[in-house]
């Protein structure tokens, strides 16, 4: 029987072609490698998760998550894996990307991460041998994040679908 971590490579690998770049990361206490891959979408850049299904106990979550960007690569890659708080899930926010990157908040008005069910790759994706979830993440203004905390994110992501919002574009205008 194959490991978790074998599993997960050969899905990333069916799914999203060879990686070109894993980088480590750690906060002194987890360590998770963050994988590249190149055009999975169309002139982006997706980063997935490696080893956070490692700590599931933990977090009580077996997962993984992906992040989808167009441009700014390293700073995305960077704010990505210092906002990994090992709490994941549909409709968890990460707040203050600001005091990680004031800069890169400021340029894109991005203030957190939101996680979210995959849905910009095949359905198939978002389950690995019925073991390990693979979330989403991606880029939200301050208004955004606040009509997530007060409005929930069923009605956050009806707004998205209702407007037909690219998410993956961090330089797109707050839908709220």
């Given at each position: 029987?194959?490991?978790?971590?074998?599993?997960?490579?050969?899905?990333?690998?069916?799914?999203?072609?060879?990686?070109?770049?894993?980088?480590?990361?750690?906060?002194?206490?987890?360590?998770v490698q963050l994988m590249g891959f190149k055009d999975?979408?169309e002139d982006c850049l997706l980063f997935a998760t490696?080893?956070?299904?490692?700590?599931?106990?933990?977090?009580?979550?077996?997962?993984?998550?992906?992040?989808?960007?167009?441009?700014?690569?390293?700073?995305?890659?960077?704010?990505?894996?210092?906002?990994?708080?090992?709490?994941?899930?549909?409709?968890?926010?990460?707040?203050?990307?600001?005091?990680?990157?004031?800069?890169?908040?400021?340029?894109?008005?991005?203030?957190?991460?939101?996680?979210?069910?995959?849905?910009?790759?095949?359905?198939?994706?978002?389950?690995?041998?019925?073991?390990?979830?693979?979330?989403?993440?991606?880029?939200?203004?301050?208004?955004?994040?606040?009509?997530?905390?007060?409005?929930?994110?069923?009605?956050?992501?009806?707004?998205?679908?209702?407007?037909?919002?690219?998410?993956?574009?961090?330089?797109?205008?707050?839908?709220?």
């Amino acid at each position: 029987m194959k490991k978790l971590g074998e599993l997960i490579l050969n899905h990333y690998q069916y799914f999203l072609g060879d990686y070109i770049a894993s980088d480590p990361y750690s906060d002194n206490t987890h360590q998770v490698q963050l994988m590249g891959f190149k055009d999975v979408i169309e002139d982006c850049l997706l980063f997935a998760t490696f080893g956070m299904s490692g700590y599931a106990e933990e977090i009580k979550n077996c997962c993984e998550v992906v992040l989808a960007t167009e441009c700014d690569y390293d700073k995305c890659a960077e704010i990505f894996m210092n906002e990994n708080k090992m709490n994941f899930g549909k409709g968890v926010l990460i707040e203050g990307i600001n005091n990680i990157d004031a800069e890169f908040s400021k340029k894109y008005n991005k203030t957190a991460l939101y996680f979210t069910n995959i849905y910009i790759l095949p359905e198939e994706f978002a389950i690995i041998n019925n073991q390990c979830k693979i979330y989403m993440a991606f880029f939200v203004s301050e208004k955004e994040a606040q009509y997530i905390k007060e409005k929930g994110s069923e009605k956050f992501e009806d707004v998205l679908e209702q407007n037909n919002i690219d998410v993956i574009n961090i330089d797109r205008e707050s839908v709220i």
